[in-house]
């Protein structure tokens, strides 16, 4: 349409849409419009075959090196390594596409969301379709308990509730109406007057007419957004595929440096090539790619553990360098359970304890407990509310009731059937142990005025039970009952209400509105016999105020300690929603989000900002109110603009497109809906925002493990590379042969390096702030350590062959024996001290990591095979090592070892004193408080 439908006359919507109200589209017409339209479906764009998929894996140049010298060394006849490299590389694809060939699975969620069919009028007769077969123009019937098909302009409403939390976050049902007109800028959320594809109807019946089928609904757009974005990078995946490239080509430089040494020096041209290669496989951390994949997996295991279920692994990494959590306010930070919180009775306030839709709950006077069903007002309160009331309560297992309660003690698990409001007034009257269902059965109803948004209450009639008689009980907006009030009832008796009762109940109703709770005030009226013909206007008059009740839904207890986590690990918490300002405010301010409310901005004032000048304005806003899908990736683009790792969280439909665009999307696996979940990175078991910091800590455990590891194979493999170039610059015999680099690289490339990805958290690790996003993963010190262990272990190693070679200049075999032997020795400690960039190995604990306890013990064993079993002693050309000799290589060994703990504690000095010079607390003594 021209113009949106919300904003125009309905009858200038029918003239448009050609359609008329009573009888419908014609079959032929509907037929016509079909094929013009299309069906009333999303459309999903191809996705990437298996091959495509697999083929994707390789676009790695780390990858396609390690395939190179696969090919070279089964060129040499070394067949056993070119299959084991071949066999690393296949693994990692395949491991690759398993779980990429999960990730795409959105749209077919989204699909799922469309009513199957929908009652529509055609040719003047009520017809049930296909909603694919809906065209713009039919005349749709709604009724409670109908997904809506498609997107529609409402032509009649009556007491019609949509619940829209998945469309746009708001906890609350949509009270709808048709005869109200809107800005054509109105949010989604304020659409009174439409209903939109995927949605509930809660209450109530309704008739529409379709505007916007497929495609073109609020939904399709949602759809539209996901499938414009192309996936990223992580920050793991761009660095490592750099560090691949740097390091790939400088090992085939150096490498080839040695073979034109080697041709200088005379030594045979075929020997020389195959140290060189021989050089380049020891050089080149095959290992790492699969390393990495392994790491990642082990850890998304832990995180299972943790209540956070990872389906793309590279997001591990990626949420444990996340500078900004963007999270959906509804079932996210909160429960998604409208709850009473507070009375007002008798004059005073009565606070409600409980969690939910649980019906177990205090009611505290003055903090003190009291017996609500024993109070007479209190009792009246509670009984009326839950008489004047559609919801029911309850238990999957154990069903509705006292005896339900009973049986169910201890457990969760209560679900709410009806609106969410009235919901809350069941539960609270269930604490006091007023059970619906009794109640009903004991003061029947026999008439009912039903709610209406004109009214704002809603007014049902009971028996007295058996003592006769009849009573209206009455539910509504407090400002218009208060008026309808004559009188108020106190400690069991109805005095007249007087201007001091009425204005302290209307402060009182002031009082919860400013703590963001929605507010009902219910009433009643004595009648002796029933009207014939019971009207609002003879009903709701001359009645006897009983008192208030505020209910919200409530923060999620366990968020605020997680809020807390956030700022102490540098992490901006920010809530999005669709509610209301009010409400926003006051969950974020308890929570520990907001602290200043000129940090808060709503989606009729986000609109009104461009989009570079959001950018600059996004670190100082906590809060977003009465925002649309839109509006959420404006914010999470403006975070990733100004430099933020996001993460998003959300459960809704109006999530995805955020959810997909953030760094990282975090799904609620419980209230979240298959679209939220399949387009995310990552869902939440259990729904808890604390996971999502538990999932942060894992994620820097992981990265940290990442280093350490990378930090251990390029110290021991540049220092391989500087012994054989150092002996071949100074005129040395070539220290290792061929087969002995290739032994090591299985020996130390492997079981070490896989148990560095085993550590556990370092202390502290929460109470750091993230790394900077372009930070490589070889910095400034990590590269100082690179050269400094890199030398010790050349230096350990070449003196082991200069001493031998000092003893007895015509055993050169011994002398690489030796030397050999020191090497392999030296890297089996060194992955010890890898274990803590800063940390000494006395403060991690020596024997703390069982697999690297058991990863080096098999690795020197494998040593110590080719050096004492005869028949592998010609092939690997070593001699065994006497008792005395292994003296001297304990004690070269440990050198590096040595080096490597005193240069950790000479960082740790110089992080204690620049910390100190910033006036801050050391990162040492807050990680040991």
Not at 204 to 218: E, L, N
Not at 609 to 633: G, L, Q, T
Not at 689 to 700: K, L, N, Q, Y
Request: glycine share 8%.
């Amino acid at each position: 349409m021209a113009t949106a439908a919300h904003s125009r006359e309905l009858e200038e919507v029918l003239e448009e849409l050609g359609t008329d109200l009573h009888a419908g589209l014609s079959s032929e017409e509907a037929s016509k419009r079909l094929a013009q339209f299309g069906p009333n479906e999303l459309r999903e764009k191809p996705r990437p075959s298996f091959f495509e998929m697999l083929l994707e894996q390789f676009k790695n140049f780390l990858v396609i090196l390690l395939i190179v010298a696969s090919v070279i060394s089964a060129a040499l006849g070394e067949m056993t390594d070119a299959a084991m490299i071949m066999a690393i590389v296949i693994i990692n694809a395949v491991i690759g596409v398993i779980q990429e060939s999960k990730a795409e699975q959105a749209l077919v969620a989204l699909k799922k969301m469309a009513a199957p069919n929908a009652k529509v009028i055609r040719d003047g007769s009520i017809v049930e379709v296909p909603s694919r077969e809906l065209v713009p123009g039919d005349v749709v019937l709604l009724e409670a308990g109908n997904y809506i098909p498609a997107d529609l302009r409402l032509a009649e409403a009556v007491n019609l509730k949509v619940e829209e939390a998945a469309l746009t976050g708001e906890s609350v049902p949509v009270e709808k109406r048709h005869d109200v007109i809107l800005k054509e800028d109105a949010p989604i959320g304020d659409r009174l007057n439409s209903a939109f594809m995927g949605t509930v109807v809660t209450y109530g019946r309704g008739k529409g007419i379709v505007t916007s089928t497929g495609m073109k609904t609020q939904i399709g757009a949602i759809a539209e957004m996901i499938q414009s974005y192309e996936e990223e990078s992580t920050p793991l995946q761009q660095k490592l595929d750099s560090f691949g490239k740097t390091l790939g080509i400088a090992c085939i430089a150096v490498c080839a440096l040695v073979f034109g040494i080697g041709l200088l020096r005379g030594e045979d041209i075929l020997y020389m090539f195959m140290v060189a290669v021989s050089l380049a496989i020891a050089a080149v951390p095959e290992g790492l790619p699969a390393i990495v994949t392994i790491c990642l997996a082990l850890g998304m295991q832990r995180m299972i553990k943790r209540h956070a279920l990872i389906r793309k692994l590279p997001a591990v990494e990626t949420l444990g360098s996340c500078t900004a959590i963007c999270s959906d306010k509804t079932g996210t930070l909160t429960q998604n359970e409208m709850t009473v919180v507070k009375l007002y009775a008798n004059g005073a306030i009565v606070d409600v304890e409980g969690k939910g839709y649980q019906p177990f709950g205090r009611f505290l006077l003055g903090g003190q407990p009291l017996d609500a069903a024993s109070d007479k007002t209190l009792n009246l309160l509670l009984r009326g509310a839950a008489l004047c009331n559609d919801a029911e309560l309850e238990h999957p297992k154990h069903g509705k009731g006292a005896a339900a309660a009973e049986a169910a003690a201890g457990e969760g698990g209560w679900r709410m059937v009806g609106d969410p409001t009235e919901g809350a007034l069941v539960v609270a009257a269930a604490k006091a142990g007023l059970w619906k269902e009794e109640v009903d059965q004991k003061f029947r109803r026999v008439a009912e005025i039903p709610f209406d948004s004109d009214r704002k209450r809603m007014t049902t009639i009971h028996t007295n039970g058996t003592e006769g008689g009849y009573t209206t009980f009455v539910k509504g907006a407090p400002d218009i009952t208060i008026d309808l009030c004559r009188w108020i009832y106190r400690d069991g008796k109805v005095v007249p209400m007087g201007e001091k009762d009425r204005q302290e109940i209307l402060a009182a109703n002031e009082a919860m509105g400013n703590q963001a709770l929605r507010v009902l005030a219910v009433a009643y009226k004595p009648l002796e016999q029933l009207p014939e013909h019971p009207t609002a206007d003879s009903m709701e008059t001359d009645l006897v105020f009983i008192g208030l009740m505020g209910m919200i839904d409530p923060a999620r207890p366990e968020v605020k300690d997680a809020v807390k986590t956030c700022k102490m690990a540098g992490i901006k918490s920010v809530m999005i929603t669709g509610d209301h300002k009010n409400t926003a405010v006051a969950i974020a301010e308890e929570l520990g989000i907001l602290s200043d409310r000129s940090r808060v901005l709503t989606g009729e004032e986000l609109n009104h900002i461009p989009d570079e000048e959001f950018v600059k304005k996004v670190e100082n806003v906590d809060v977003y109110a009465r925002v649309s899908p839109a509006h959420k990736v404006k914010i999470v683009e403006a975070l990733k603009a100004r430099g933020h790792v996001a993460a998003m969280t959300g459960d809704g439909v109006n999530d995805a497109p955020a959810l997909k665009r953030a760094n990282i999307g975090v799904a609620m696996g419980i209230t979240g809906t298959d679209v939220s979940k399949e387009t995310a990175a990552m869902v939440l078991t259990d729904d808890n925002f604390a996971s999502i910091v538990s999932a942060v800590e894992e994620g820097r455990i992981i990265y940290a493990n990442i280093r350490k590891f990378v930090f251990f194979l390029l110290s021991c493999n540049v220092g391989e590379i500087l012994i054989v170039f150092t002996a071949m610059v100074v005129g040395l015999p070539v220290p290792l042969q061929p087969v002995q680099l290739l032994w090591l690289n299985l020996l130390t490339d492997g079981l070490p390096a896989l148990a560095l990805g085993m550590e556990k958290s370092e202390p502290g690790i929460m109470k750091r702030p993230p790394r900077p996003v372009n930070e490589s993963i070889l910095n400034r010190e990590m590269q100082i350590g690179i050269v400094v262990q890199s030398i010790a272990i050349a230096a350990a190693s070449l003196g082991a062959l200069v001493i031998n070679l000092w003893r007895d200049p015509t055993d050169v075999e011994m002398a690489q024996t030796m030397a050999f032997t020191t090497l392999v020795g030296s890297e089996l400690l060194r992955a010890y001290t890898s274990r803590s960039e800063r940390y000494s190995l006395w403060a991690m604990g020596i024997f703390s990591n069982k697999y690297m306890v058991g990863a080096t013990a098999i690795s020197f064993l494998l040593l110590l095979g080719p050096l004492y079993i005869p028949g592998l002693q010609e092939l690997f050309e070593v001699k065994s090592p006497a008792l005395i000799d292994w003296l001297e290589v304990l004690v070269l060994m440990f050198v590096p070892f040595t080096v490597a703990e005193i240069t950790k504690a000479v960082l740790r000095r110089m992080d204690v004193g620049r910390e100190r010079g910033k006036g801050e607390k050391p990162l040492e003594e807050v990680a040991a408080a």
